[in-house]
């Protein structure tokens, strides 16, 4: 191991490309723990939609970050950062190594670049001055206004993530600047970890026919089932939570706006359109190490062998 830098692995690539199978068999290998950058399997109740990894399949390797919040619980790149950075420690504390896997970039690179986030102080005043806005004139409204003077955190940032809008023109408001100005300063920074971020990939056909099929086998296992059940509690559409893949398109079924077919199928779209969004999100991001699975003959033993040739090259292991 690096005795300058704690190491990191990072294990990512698009949704459906095989990251969880491959993820076991590397912490096996390297003596690590999981820590999971995902936005939805940190949720309780909803497991198939957001192809959670379950018990028995982990083989007695420690998973981080999933199944620990409730879907009406308030998640966000900063409490994921928090979230994340307190596993690491603990990980680190038994002498093993952290294994990020995922595929939200963003979550991964507030913990590869350790992102500061430092919210500016709190003008209680100007926040509840936000929050009766948002409710007499909805989300939107403020949505709008953030768009005005930042466009790039409101392309970012989901109108119903009505605190993270508020942050966001908290910050303007005190700053003159916009926060996602401060955030692209802090993603230049140098990764505090010695780093090795490996982004597991495939031909793109291929990539969205494993999609086709796992939005199909979602539907086999139950997935309106779970979606239904996730209602009946109350949970809704308004939630940050509910706008994942596979629940925003089943409640939109379930109220009535289109047929199951068509959820279906708008679900298999933007499914593929979400993969395409994680390339090119992953071709952005510096010293990445892209694993072409067509190039190991989508054999894992060898893209493992491979993984754990760099990572002694690299002295994290």
């Known amino acids: 191991m690096c005795a300058e830098k704690p190491p990191l692995i990072v294990l990512t690539g698009p949704t459906a490309v095989g990251k969880t199978k491959l993820s076991i068999s590397l912490a096996k290998a390297v003596h690590g723990e999981i820590i999971s950058a995902d936005s939805m399997q940190v949720y309780k109740y909803m497991d198939i939609g957001s192809a959670k990894i379950l018990p028995d399949e982990m083989q007695g390797v420690p998973h981080h970050l999933v199944d620990v919040l409730k879907p009406e619980e308030e998640f966000h790149i900063v409490r994921f950062q928090e979230m994340a950075k307190e596993a690491m420690d603990r990980i680190y504390a038994k002498g093993r190594i952290p294994i990020l896997v995922g595929g939200t970039g963003f979550y991964i ?28 004139e909805g989300a939107e409204s403020l949505h709008q206004m953030l768009a005005e003077v930042d466009p790039v955190s409101a392309e970012e940032i989901h109108a119903n993530n009505v605190k993270r809008v508020i942050r966001a023109l908290e910050f303007y408001h005190q700053n003159g600047t916009p926060i996602s100005a401060h955030n692209q ?133």
């Open 109 to 136: 690179q507030a913990v590869t670049r350790d992102i500061d986030f430092t919210e500016a102080s709190q003008e209680d005043g100007y926040r509840r001055e936000l929050e009766e806005l948002a409710e007499k």
């Open 185 to 317: 300063e802090q993603k230049e920074h140098l990764s505090p970890y010695n780093l090795a971020y490996f982004v597991l990939n495939a031909p793109r056909p291929l990539l969205y026919e494993r999609i086709e099929q796992r939005v199909d086998a979602m539907m086999k296992n139950g997935l309106l089932d779970e979606v239904e059940g996730l209602k009946a509690r109350g949970y809704h559409r308004g939630m940050v939570s509910m706008q994942g893949l596979g629940y925003k398109e089943l409640l939109a079924y379930l109220d009535g706006e289109y047929p199951l077919e068509e959820a279906v199928r708008i679900l298999k779209r933007d499914t593929r359109h979400f993969a395409k969004r994680q390339l090119t999100w992953f071709r952005r991001e510096k010293e990445v190490i892209w694993v072409n699975k067509e190039e190991f003959a989508y054999e894992d033993d060898r893209i493992l062998e491979y993984m754990i040739s760099v990572l002694k090259e690299r002295k994290i292991l």
